[in-house]
């Protein structure tokens, strides 16, 4: 029997049809955020055989179950925490129990007191503090970024971690596979060598072509001898200091020292056992330090398991608690319809809500999603500022000069449903203020968008940023 060119294309149709409906109805039945089932439904009608690949490689989420063992991954959480002994909460306002509540009994974050934290808003200061903890590391240094390139900066950073290690002091990194896939990996070999423990984070062979891109370490953790922690949303990159060709690079990082540093430590942990199969555990990396300042702190970490979104539904809480204020910084913002409600909600509530997202980030597509959202706030309240220093990549809440939350979360629809990501929530006054002024600050520096301007965007620019954002979900 002979096919010609015309009964083939017709049997493929029809057998793509076939397909299509299968996946659609696959779709629905998983009951899960609408505008996501909405956005894969017009993928696969719309773009023929495409919308089959990207389906394959980036909306099959059958595999979280077997990727990430939430209850085993729990139970060595902890089983971790335990060690860090007895702890003091402090003294918590009753309007924020609910919220250290809600971290507790979704993310097993422990509230931690009597910490001190220094916010750092430079990149070369994170970069100088970051080199100068390493090298008086005595017993181990944990190490996680989604992103640690061999450039100087990279360079000089595995530098000071093996000639940790061959000091005798036990050094772990993880990388996340995507996050630094065009890196050589003998730059990696190299760290092992001189004995470093190094291991990347769900190995992909072809990033692009796998579903597994879905679900990325997105997190950036330093832990030197249970004492003394990093966390924020630098990485480490020659860009991160250097900066862009049209500005320099904003980010911020909290570095810990106390009790707190605990939660960081558990979670580097609970990672390091799921990349390397290797449990490390016991009270050593866990030291009792006592009363260091005074901050309390819960390190909240997310992952794609389950259906509670933790750090986006701690920014929701938190928002709905706000009296006075709350400022948020992002590099990139693609809410889901929750967050958008309860940021409208804050705002139309008479808090003074204002957002901050770059003018111009390192994303075209992302910029082109965050402005088409910007129009749904700012009808409600939301005062809009477009930062024209540079990339702005700070992922930064501050709410009513008590309560903030630095980490690695963008708000975007991966970070919320589809990266692992942790974010340090500090209830302290002087914290908050810091992160307040840092926020004032970058304002200087930054264009407000007023209803005008934002109506007379060209035509083609809102039917460009209209058909992006029908994708955000899948970005």
């Given at each position: 029997?002979?096919?010609?060119?015309?009964?083939?294309?017709?049997?493929?149709?029809?057998?793509?049809?076939?397909?299509?409906?299968?996946?659609?109805?696959?779709?629905?039945?998983?009951?899960?955020?609408?505008?996501?089932?909405?956005?894969?439904?017009?993928?696969?009608?719309?773009?023929?055989?495409?919308?089959?690949?990207?389906?394959?490689?980036?909306?099959?989420?059958?595999?979280?179950?077997?990727?990430?063992?939430?209850?085993?991954?729990?139970?060595?959480?902890?089983?971790?925490?335990?060690?860090?002994?007895?702890?003091?909460?402090?003294?918590?306002?009753?309007?924020?129990?609910?919220?250290?509540?809600?971290?507790?009994?979704?993310?097993?974050?422990?509230?931690?007191?009597?910490?001190?934290?220094?916010?750092?808003?430079?990149?070369?200061?994170?970069?100088?503090?970051?080199?100068?903890?390493?090298?008086?590391?005595?017993?181990?240094?944990?190490?996680?970024?989604?992103?640690?390139?061999?450039?100087?900066?990279?360079?000089?950073?595995?530098?000071v971690l093996m000639d940790k290690a061959r000091q005798g002091v036990e050094v772990r990194l993880i990388y996340d596979s995507v996050?630094?896939?065009?890196?050589?990996?003998?730059?990696?070999?190299?760290?092992?060598?001189?004995?470093?423990?190094?291991?990347?984070?769900?190995?992909?062979?072809?990033?692009?072509?796998?579903?597994?891109?879905?679900?990325?370490?997105?997190?950036?953790?330093?832990?030197?001898?249970?004492?003394?922690?990093?966390?924020?949303?630098?990485?480490?990159?020659?860009?991160?200091?250097?900066?862009?060709?049209?500005?320099?690079?904003?980010?911020?990082?909290?570095?810990?020292?106390?009790?707190?540093?605990?939660?960081?430590?558990?979670?580097?942990?609970?990672?390091?056992?799921?990349?390397?199969?290797?449990?490390?555990?016991?009270?050593?990396?866990?030291?009792?330090?006592?009363?260091?300042?005074?901050?309390?702190?819960?390190?909240?970490?997310?992952?794609?398991?389950?259906?509670?979104?933790?750090?986006?539904?701690?920014?929701?809480?938190?928002?709905?608690?706000?009296?006075?204020?709350?400022?948020?910084?992002?590099?990139?913002?693609?809410?889901?319809?929750?967050?958008?409600?309860?940021?409208?909600?804050?705002?139309?509530?008479?808090?003074?809500?204002?957002?901050?997202?770059?003018?111009?980030?390192d994303s075209w597509v992302a910029d082109h999603i965050s402005m088409s959202y910007l129009g749904d706030v700012m009808k409600a309240?939301?005062?809009?500022?477009?930062?024209?220093?540079?990339?702005?990549?700070?992922?930064?809440?501050?709410?009513?000069?008590?309560?903030?939350?630095?980490?690695?979360?963008?708000?975007?629809?991966?970070?919320?449903?589809?990266?692992?990501?942790?974010?340090?929530?500090?209830?302290d006054k002087s914290v908050a203020l810091g992160l307040k002024r840092a926020f004032l600050d970058d304002a200087e520096h930054c264009?407000?968008?007023?209803?005008?301007?934002?109506?007379?965007?060209?035509?083609?620019?809102?039917?460009?940023?209209?058909?992006?954002?029908?994708?955000?979900?899948?970005?």
């Amino acid at each position: 029997m002979s096919w010609d060119n015309t009964t083939l294309t017709g049997a493929l149709y029809w057998l793509y049809c076939i397909v299509a409906i299968v996946l659609m109805v696959r779709v629905m039945l998983k009951n899960r955020d609408s505008v996501k089932t909405l956005a894969w439904m017009m993928v696969l009608l719309f773009l023929p055989f495409l919308g089959l690949l990207l389906y394959f490689f980036f909306g099959r989420d059958t595999r979280r179950e077997k990727l990430i063992g939430r209850r085993l991954l729990s139970q060595i959480k902890q089983r971790d925490q335990l060690y860090a002994g007895l702890y003091d909460q402090g003294e918590i306002p009753q309007e924020y129990s609910t919220l250290v509540s809600f971290f507790k009994n979704s993310a097993l974050a422990n509230p931690f007191a009597y910490n001190h934290i220094d916010v750092i808003t430079e990149t070369s200061a994170f970069a100088s503090s970051l080199l100068r903890e390493l090298k008086v590391a005595k017993e181990h240094i944990h190490v996680q970024f989604y992103i640690f390139e061999n450039d100087s900066f990279g360079r000089e950073v595995a530098t000071v971690l093996m000639d940790k290690a061959r000091q005798g002091v036990e050094v772990r990194l993880i990388y996340d596979s995507v996050g630094c896939w065009n890196v050589d990996k003998d730059f990696y070999e190299q760290m092992r060598c001189a004995g470093v423990y190094v291991e990347s984070f769900l190995k992909v062979r072809f990033p692009l072509f796998t579903n597994k891109v879905n679900y990325r370490n997105h997190r950036k953790i330093v832990v030197i001898d249970g004492k003394i922690g990093f966390v924020g949303g630098c990485n480490i990159a020659d860009r991160y200091l250097q900066g862009l060709k049209w500005g320099r690079w904003r980010d911020t990082m909290l570095l810990l020292r106390g009790a707190a540093v605990h939660g960081l430590q558990a979670s580097f942990l609970v990672d390091w056992y799921f990349t390397s199969r290797t449990l490390v555990s016991g009270k050593r990396y866990f030291p009792h330090e006592g009363r260091v300042g005074d901050a309390i702190v819960q390190v909240v970490p997310s992952n794609p398991v389950g259906e509670v979104r933790t750090i986006m539904s701690g920014v929701v809480k938190l928002l709905s608690t706000a009296k006075n204020y709350v400022y948020l910084q992002t590099p990139y913002f693609m809410p889901n319809e929750p967050f958008l409600l309860a940021l409208r909600s804050a705002a139309m509530s008479g808090a003074d809500v204002r957002l901050m997202i770059p003018m111009r980030s390192d994303s075209w597509v992302a910029d082109h999603i965050s402005m088409s959202y910007l129009g749904d706030v700012m009808k409600a309240g939301v005062k809009v500022y477009l930062y024209s220093g540079g990339m702005l990549h700070s992922k930064t809440v501050v709410c009513d000069d008590y309560v903030s939350s630095v980490g690695s979360a963008n708000l975007d629809f991966r970070s919320f449903y589809y990266n692992f990501e942790v974010n340090a929530f500090v209830y302290d006054k002087s914290v908050a203020l810091g992160l307040k002024r840092a926020f004032l600050d970058d304002a200087e520096h930054c264009h407000q968008l007023t209803w005008s301007e934002y109506c007379a965007r060209p035509f083609l620019h809102r039917c460009l940023e209209s058909f992006a954002r029908l994708f955000s979900p899948l970005l």
